[in-house]
T-cell receptor, first 116, second 117 residues
Framework: AQTVTQSQPEMSVQEAETVTLSCTYD???????LFWYKQPPSRQMILVIR??????QNATENRFSVNFQKAAKSFSLKISDSQLGDTAMYFC?????????????FGQGTELSVKP | DTEVTQTPKHLVMGMTNKKSLKCEQH?????MYWYKQKAKKPPELMFV???????INESVPSRFSPECPNSSLLNLHLHALQPEDSALYLC????????????????FGPGTRLTVL
C-alpha cells in the first residue's frame, strides 16, 4: 500500500527566510502524481504545487518549489522569502496514475509558523 | 474559476437530528469527494462520486448517506450521529477521475464545521 510520511510535525521560520518541508513516500508504481496542499487557520485546503512523476524538472510556483528525487522517493517543498500568510498546516499527498476515483493519500502534515 | 462552495459553514446538531450538508461546483468537474477531517490531522476520504455514481465508499457508517443529484451537486445526509462525528467535512472535485489514466488536481471547498451534541 502507498504511504506518505512527513517527519516534521512542526516547524518555524523567520519572516523573509527560506524553509524546507520534507516528504517521503512509498510506492511500487512508476507513474504517479504528488501534491503539496496548504491549510491555513481558516481551514480552506489550497493547492500549492503539483509534480508529475514522469517529469524530471522540479515544479515551481512563485516562491514555492519542490525537490523531487524519484529514486529516493522524496518530495520536499521549499518556501523562499517566507511571509506571515504562509503560516499553515502543509500536507504532502500522493495519487497513483491508475487509481480509480483519484484517491489521494495524505501525509500527517507539518504545521509551519512564520514569525515576524 | 476553481471554486467549490459548501453550506452551511457551521452546523450544530443533536444525536437524534437529521441534517444535510451541501456541496456545489460549476467547473464541469465529473468527480466529487467527501472527506472528514479532525483538528491537526489529514483529511480522511469518505466517498467518491464519479459521473454521478458512487465509486468509492470507505466503509463509512450508514448514519452518513451521500447523494449526487447531478454533476454539480453533492449532498451528505446525516442521521443519528455520535459526538465523535464532530469534525470538519470537506468536499472536493476534479475534472475527471483517474479511470481515464489522467488524474486531475482536487479542488477543495471551505468545509462545514459540524458539532454533534
Amino acid at each position: 500500500a502507498q504511504t506518505v510520511t512527513q517527519s516534521q510535525p512542526e516547524m518555524s521560520v523567520q519572516e523573509a527566510e527560506t524553509v524546507t518541508l520534507s516528504c517521503t513516500y512509498d510506492t511500487s508504481e512508476s507513474n504517479y502524481y504528488l501534491f503539496w496542499y496548504k491549510q491555513p487557520p481558516s481551514r480552506q485546503m489550497i493547492l500549492v504545487i503539483r509534480q508529475e512523476a514522469y517529469k524530471q524538472q522540479n515544479a515551481t510556483e512563485n516562491r514555492f518549489s519542490v525537490n523531487f528525487q524519484k529514486a529516493a522517493k522524496s518530495f520536499s517543498l521549499k518556501i523562499s522569502d517566507s511571509q506571515l500568510g504562509d503560516t499553515a498546516m502543509y500536507f504532502c499527498a500522493f495519487m497513483e496514475n491508475r487509481n480509480q476515483g483519484g484517491k489521494l493519500i495524505f501525509g500527517q502534515g507539518t504545521e509551519l509558523s512564520v514569525k515576524p | 474559476d476553481t471554486e467549490v462552495t459548501q453550506t452551511p459553514k457551521h452546523l450544530v446538531m443533536g444525536m437524534t437530528n437529521k441534517k444535510s450538508l451541501k456541496c456545489e461546483q460549476h467547473m464541469g468537474h465529473r468527480a466529487m469527494y467527501w472527506y472528514k477531517q479532525k483538528a491537526k490531522k489529514p483529511p480522511e476520504l469518505m466517498f467518491v462520486y464519479s459521473y454521478e455514481k458512487l465509486s468509492i465508499n470507505e466503509s463509512v457508517p450508514s448514519r452518513f448517506s451521500p447523494e449526487c443529484p447531478n454533476s454539480s451537486l453533492l449532498n451528505l445526509h446525516l442521521h443519528a450521529l455520535q459526538p465523535e462525528d464532530s469534525a470538519l467535512y470537506l468536499c472536493a472535485s476534479t475534472l475527471r477521475t483517474t479511470g481515464t489514466g489522467y488524474p486531475d488536481t482536487q479542488y477543495f471547498g471551505p468545509g462545514t464545521r459540524l458539532t454533534v451534541l
